[in-house]
């Protein structure tokens, strides 16, 4: 697995801060002095090719509180619903900023900055195609076939752009004292990671799909800036196929251990119902051994799932760096959060989905918190990209086309 | 924390940090509102390069506010301040009447009173739409649904049907079909609204060389532009042709009523609703969306099958002064046997009855006998 606890950088020492740079070091400024939540805790000296370079690590905090994120989730659900999906994009933004506003790093929050408007531009389009499609699926009129297929087709085609213009909506949406992200992602390595990557994946059979993933995590995380500070994505597409490899093995294990257990079940159903009765006690459990062995396996491809999807995101995160100084680390278990996960799942389908605030706040702390920010410059050394900012007429023309699928 | 003046004029100070948009660097700063003007004071750090540091509090742009969320006040050429006094942003924007919307909003969020009303009113709005919005919607969409769509709509269900696996010709004789047919005419002017009526007399058993398909058994159903499919199945089952004619008539209802298109149109709507709560088009196609969904559409499909059974009823009543022989019929069919008589359906269970698309039997043949009595008085 990665290492969660390796030094700083040997690779790339490009300074990115550009006209900052004569600034640093200045210990003098205490950082988060007007805010409440997380301060630096450690520093580390580490000797990188005879200079000695300062790693002060930050911890993230989150200060959401379930309760709270409670009422504001089910005031978002009741007014959504009064206006017929008109205040969806508020809730959205509400609920984002929610979870920003509460994501501490150096003392500073998060932000969520996006436009309301241009959310609920987006839902329109989006909604249009899916009534187009609706329809078209419903009623039999004359060449409606053609018309889904031509929405499917259109769909597949874009698909890769609009994740790239999604990906841009966020970014350019998530502020961090005072700068916001920037996606550049080319729309040629785009239609590389999700467009052949995919469609590699789909026709080998799911060996190229660690890749595919790969190829989609780099994308994000390549294209990613903040400020004049660009995202580099260290990781290698073994790690990928280390835990697919993993994911594929507990599969296998879990699977023949369910089959022992339903044959059990059957076979000791069978062995006590000599009764002549027998066959509705036999029926009986069968069932029971059959529902048993669906629900264990539902179970089963949840926790595989989730685990996939956690050590994935623990390997990206642990390969995160900023513009040469900062990197992320993270130390959460995959399997704690996979557990996390499912009796999150569990949680809300028991509550009626009542519980669906509570879980995402326990889910995000879980995550939030055992992520460290590990930098060798101060965090308040980032500069704007101020030399490439668009013409206003280029900036209202891609935030025309940036639209959120909530990706 | 600020001090809370009645005072309308009272210089308003706001301690917090402000970010000038550039760099990374945080500054703590004093946002002082005085009457109409801003002004930006930095505490620490170097001061302003060269910067306005005073505007008309117009201005600024203050965020909306979120429960113990760091306030941000975004000042004119991309600089930021943030403070946690909420109090003061908050009389700030009562003074300059901003944010009155999401404010309300924020004040319903903040209290469990407020939350507990959003709650019931959703509830309340949900229940209402579900029980009475949507299917009146559906309902007139149905009835302004041109011709044209409909007839397109039996062509590509009978050619789906007739391709075999679902069922086969009939092996009724020629007369006895003419027989039928003829009966069924008269339903069909009696049932009016000027659909092409037609009777389709098939076999319910799949027609391919194997046998295999899905065996619709004894059964028959309507399609939205008047065609109507009977089974040799349900032709055997029966024991007079009266019997036959209250389920056609049964069947001519849904057309009249055009319940398979509001049907189709309950379905999108609850798609569409389930779509602007959740948020996301993936979610509304998931099983804990799906059994909801499923349970209404049944809902919607029992009460559809309850006013065709009323239109059995008055063409019953109406040329047999009874609705005995669709009660007998529905019996035989329930039960699955030749001799079984009406007092042997056994009411279900009402939680079964949830599950399914018409309703239990026993409640069937007792609103079918209610209507009778009533028609008798």
Redesign the interface.
Known sequence: MSEPDHPLPNDRQADPRGRDAERLPEPGLVPGSAASAGTAQSVRTVEVGGTALQVQTYPVTFTGDAREYFRIWIVNAALSVVTLGGYTPWARIRTRQYFYGHTWVDGHNFDYVANPWALLRGYLIVAAFMLVYLIATRFPFKNSEYVVAAIAVLFVLVYPWLVRQSMRFLARTTVHRGISFRFLGSLGAAYLSYGLANIVALFSGGLGLPWALFMQRRFQVDGLAYGQARGHFRGDVGHFYLIALTAMGISIAAGVVFAALALGVFGLAGLFSWHPRARSDLSLGAMVGLVAAYLGLLLMSGVVREYMRAAMMRSVLNNVELGGVVRLGASFSPWMLAWISVSNYAAQLVSLGLLTPWAAVRRTKYVLEQVQVRAIVSLDSFSADTAGQESALGEAASELLDINLGF | MTQHQPDPTETLIL???Y????????R?AELQIRGEQASLKIM??EPLPQRQESWPQRVLVI?PP?????R?IRLPG???F???DDAGVSLLESRTHRNWG?GR?RR?????GL?LG??I??GL??WGFLSFGLPALARSAAAATPRS?LA??D??AIKTLDNGSFMGPTHLGKARQAQLQAEFATIGKWAGGNYPYRLLLRNGKPATSDGAGFAIGANAFALPNGTVVMTDQLVALSRNDRELMGVLAHETGHVTHRHALAS?YQ??GL???G???T???VSAGTF?AAVPTALLTNGYSRQAETQADESAAAYMLGQYHTTKPLRDLLARLELDDKNASEGDVKADVRVKDMLQTHPGTRQRLDHLRALEQAARK
């Open positions: 301690r917090g940090v970010f000038d948009g550039q760099s990374s660097r945080d703590e620490s750090g965020e979120l429960t113990r969320v760091r941000v991309g600089g930021r943030e403070t946690q999401l909003v319903i969020e903040a209290s469990w939350t959003a709650v009113t959703l709005f949900v769509v397109s709509f062509q590509a189709v379905g999108l798609t569409l609703l779509t602007a709560i948020g996301d088009l804990a």
